[in-house]
């Protein structure tokens, strides 16, 4: 894996070429759907889906038939602040539970035919091994055991915060080599949620309060604390929107810098990427802020319950496919979008036209008579 800065720019100018989605495929999708059994636009998002799919991969009519959910997995020095309900030996036994295939992602990921694999970026303590076969697959490649706690310094080093968009990168570049052709992408690391919101806020400007909820469930009072703690990294290490690779190194984490990479990468080949929640999304809008326009190659999953993920959506201009109440991350949320994806292909591909099934369509005149009732 190379951690040259050069394999970054490459992909930056990759991306500037390719430009905006590609209207020819949008437009040959929505003739095709428009000239299916149903008035035009009655499957709604289910619709626009198939038609933003196309201009993501240049073919009006895509399949996705080999599916990867990655899961970053990392660490966070901030939880040393008491900002967390559960303690930092949790990334590790949950690293085990992805890879002993116990895990909510693991049992969603089956219904899709999606395969798992779980990216190591910086877990702190050993992960436990599997017992029998390993139900996911780890790539090992872990920048430190964990970041420094951002409330007192950054969180990494600049040239850290590079090697874990490099780490991305390279996963996305060996997926999309062995024939991956959708993402989901998740997370997992204790104090993520802390590491979003000071990400979240410093992109947008927003003040910590309002981009900052109770992640694994915390009281009234350690929340207050959370946002204080949130507060005094931003004060502290003062990064700014102009600068994402700045701010991931002041107030990110290992696991979201290689989920910017995984992005930047998988959208440069043509790939679709669905972001789950909260940490996804503050890791897509450092994707845009590095690639202006990116964000059109990525589709919304869901809208998590933590507050920070709204704003993200609003800020990226991305519609959630789904309100469901989560906020579990692991690409959970991904995963069942998939099956959004398998419904607007099956009635892209499955229905008749109205030509080949003998119906008549709308009448040229139609609108007008419907005026003049």
Do not use: C, W
């Not at 490459?10 to 070429?17: A, I, P």
């Not at 090697?163 to 052709?181: M, S, T």
């Not at 810098?257 to 999304?281: E, H, K, N, W, Y």
């Amino acid at each position: 894996m190379s951690d040259d800065p050069a394999d970054l720019r490459r992909t930056l100018e990759t991306l500037r070429t390719l430009g905006p989605l590609d209207a020819t495929a949008m437009v040959a999708a929505t003739a095709h759907l428009d000239a299916l059994t149903k008035p035009p636009g009655s499957l709604g998002r289910l619709e626009s889906l198939a038609v933003q799919l196309a201009g993501v991969t240049g073919e009006p009519r895509p399949t996705f038939h080999r599916r990867a959910i990655v899961v970053a997995a990392a660490d966070h020095g901030v939880v040393d602040q008491g900002v967390s309900a559960y303690p930092p030996d949790v990334t590790s036994q949950m690293v085990a539970n992805f890879l002993a295939g116990g895990a909510a992602i693991s049992a969603l990921a089956g219904t899709v035919g999606a395969s798992v694999i779980v990216v190591d970026a910086g877990v702190a303590a050993a992960v436990p091994p599997a017992d029998g076969a390993a139900k996911a697959r780890l790539i090992s490649a872990p920048i430190r055991a964990g970041t420094s706690d951002m409330s007192v310094g950054p969180a990494m080093s600049r040239d850290e915060a590079l090697r874990a968009i490099a780490l991305g990168l390279d996963v996305a570049d060996r997926l999309v080599h062995d024939g991956v052709d959708l993402f989901g992408v998740g997370e997992m690391g204790i104090g993520n949620t802390t590491a979003a919101s000071a990400v979240t806020a410093a992109m947008t400007g927003l003040p910590a309060e309002r981009v900052t909820g109770r992640g694994t469930g915390i009281d009234d009072a350690r929340y207050r604390h959370k946002v204080d703690v949130v507060t005094r990294a931003l004060e502290r290490n003062r990064p700014g929107p102009a600068d994402p690779i700045g701010v991931l190194a002041m107030v990110g984490g290992f696991e979201v810098g290689v989920l910017v990479g995984l992005m930047l990468g998988a959208a440069a080949s043509r790939v679709p990427v669905i972001l789950d929640g909260f940490i996804t999304g503050a890791a897509a809008l450092l994707a845009a802020g590095l690639a202006p326009g990116i964000e059109g190659r990525f589709v919304a999953a869901h809208r998590s319950v933590e507050p920070g993920h709204a704003v993200v959506l609003e800020r990226l201009g991305l519609r959630p496919l789904l309100e469901l109440d989560l906020r579990l991350g692991e690409a959970t949320g991904a995963a069942l979008a998939m099956s959004l994806v398998d419904a607007a292909v099956a009635v892209r591909d499955g229905m008749a036209t109205f030509d080949a099934a003998g119906v008549s369509g709308p009448a040229a005149d139609a609108e007008h008579v419907e005026e003049t009732r």
